[in-house]
């Protein structure tokens, strides 16, 4: 209807003017015509008596001329006939002869003369037509008066068909006009969409075929390039990402945007202690260590669920609490669980289920139906309370791991114009791998409500594509790292997560030497002890029995190294509930027990396990004690406490030995790379970092500082925003030409 009006509207207005303008024309013109067929009417009605009514005057014959003129008056056009003599004098005229309508004047010559004139009776046109006699003499004239109020009528007839004939040929021309802009319209407006939507299988539109078409579309490319300009400065050119940066590309890039976080861990958990004391906890968690600096950058709101002891008693009625505590720039949502659901949605599904199933440690995952269930219920529930804490209909959401795999989708239905970024924490297997999940497709699907999916590497990427084209129908393209589902694209990035720099955990550090000398102290080893340090929870995929058994065969192997060198491992208990990790803490006691026993010498110990939680500073306290740090993770997306130990040497000593199979040996390529299922390697390479020399372990810590210092955890959050950007700009685009189609439709 918008479109007829559009276009109709000034069609029929023109189409009217158009008709005023002839109807005038159009008028003289019948007239002129119609009077034209009358004056030859009146030459054949002449032409037919005037030898007959010359023979009657001749006579004279008033009564035969009188029905000869009565039979011509029978015509219905001919008003009447009368017939004046030379004198101008009427002497015979037909009954309907107007009264006291005189003889015209003689002619000047023997032509008719057709005169119009307006009687009583309306107007007529009298047809004077001279007349003589078979020897030449002039017998008179012939007038025949003709009706012309039949013009009139005809003329308001014709009128009347003209309108008409303009009417329907304006509604003809108003819908064939409607119908040809809307094709063209609907034509244009695929096309455009066709550009700015990922191309599917390496199809592209051949749009520059259509001439009027082309200087537009190349126009709205140079658009979309420009668009894409954040993300291609972000990668090729090295600025300083701090929180400042952060907000400044919220600030140009995102203006006023509604952020929002939805994790399982919640930054900040607030425990009785056996004082009945409420004391305030941050959790050993790489996802907290990356993800509480963003939060400070970008304010927002967190929504996590509450587990600590005293979580319900520290905030509002809503579960709404202010942080930082000292110092709150954001707000932290809690969600309260019932046992039920934990030990279904966090034990069950997520940590005996996705856990082992997506880190390649050879422990067999468990599904059970009940878990499932409980998952689906508990994603629900974080969803909702998403949905209910945005202010607005297109918050900018960032969903993270593998707890919330179907989150994305529940969001997006309630949420659909929301910018969803799910990013994926841990590894992503390869699809034969995934298969075993009996829900496999239900978390594909829900992922694939996310506008952004991130993962830590490359090879994480390629294998959740993969997955994606095996068990679901999907449109990808690989050349834009896109999959389509019902036709929402999904982008699917490679984002090495890192940590904030400088660390706040190094505020307030004490030289290098004198956190050497306070941890010798407090563990009482000798001055010269050569220390390595691990920082773990107690995980089957941290790989610390096997980090164990490489330090046996390193004692075994060069003995000179028993009662010099140290293995100080912190690993905090976690989901000491779960039989697995009960076994793997076992294990672990275990061998370092029984390992201390064969090398131990008095007070010496060649592995210090320490199983308890350490707040970030005094995990950095221990990094810059330490002579090296030992990552050995069986399988990790990245694994932070590397990046970590690096951000904590200022020093430039030190050196890492990182697992092959951590997302950080990718970018930290200076450490030495082991794989730690050889523990023959892997303790070859603590000998190796024991004998390194001091220069060229400053060598290589200069070159993982300077990678740590640029690839931060706000170049992190930088590449993700500026991409969500891109496409929050594109889908404006596209929903403004939707918009318009739609309007004019």
Known sequence: MRLLLRFGAPLFAALAVLAALLTPLADHLIARWFQNDVEMRSRLVFSSVRDSLAALASKPSPREIKNLFERISEDERVLAVGWCNANGKLQVGSANWPKGLACPASLASDAPLFQAQEIAHGPVLSGIFPLAGGDGKQLGQLIILNDLSFIDRRSSTARLYLMGFLAVLSIVAAGVTVLMAQLTLRGWIRSVRQALNAPVGGYRPKLASDPQLAPMMGEIRQLLRDLDISRRTATGIRIDWSPETLRNVLDNELPGVEVLVLSNREPYIHNFNDAGQIVMQRPASGLVTALEPIMRACKGTWVAHGSGSADQETCDAQGHVAVPPGDPVYT????????????????????????????????????????????????????????????????????????????????????????????????????????????????????????????????????????????????????????????????????????????????????????????????????????????????????????????????????EWIGRFVLLQVAAPSRSKLPVYQEIQRETQGIASEINRKFGRGNYKPILLVAQHHEPEQVYELFRAANLCIVSSLHDGMNLVAKEFVAARDDEEGVLILSTFAGASRELMEALIVNPFDARVTADAIDHALRMPVEQQAERMHLMREMVSENNVYYWAGRMLLDASRIRKRERIESNIAKAGGAAV
């Not at 997506?358 to 994603?379: G, K, L």
């Not at 490679?494 to 955990?505: E, G, H, K, Q, R």
């Not at 407090?522 to 340090?533: C, E, G, I």
């Open 332 to 559: 932290l949502r809690r969600v309260w669980l019932t046992e039920e659901e934990q030990n279904g949605y966090y034990y069950g599904l997520s940590n005996e289920g996705l856990w082992p199933l997506c880190h390649i440690t050879y422990v067999r995952p468990v599904f059970r139906e009940p878990d499932w269930e409980q998952y689906v219920a508990v994603n629900r529930k974080f969803a909702d309370a998403v949905v209910r804490e945005a202010q607005r209909p297109d918050p900018l959401v960032l969903v993270q791991d593998y707890h919330f795999a179907l989150a994305p989708r529940m969001i997006r239905e309630r949420l659909p114009n929301a910018t969803i970024i799910t990013f994926w924490h841990i590894p992503w297997p390869n699809s034969e791998v995934f298969g075993i999940c009996p829900w496999r497709e239900a978390i594909i699907n829900g992922l694939l409500g996310s506008s952004v999916i991130g993962f830590h590497t490359q090879l994480h990427c390629n294998n959740f594509i993969e997955t994606a084209d095996r068990f679901i129908e999907c449109h990808i393209d690989r050349e834009e790292a896109t999959v389509s589902v019902g036709g929402h694209s999904s982008l699917v990035r490679p984002y090495p997560i890192s940590i904030d720099w400088p660390p706040a955990a190094m505020v307030g550090q004490a030289p290098t030497q004198d956190c050497r000398k306070a941890v010798l102290a407090r563990f009482d080893m000798p001055s010269d002890t050569l220390l390595a340090v691990g920082v773990e929870r107690f995980d089957f995929t941290k790989g610390i029995p096997d980090r164990f058994r490489a330090v046996e065969i390193l004692l075994e192997r060069h003995p």
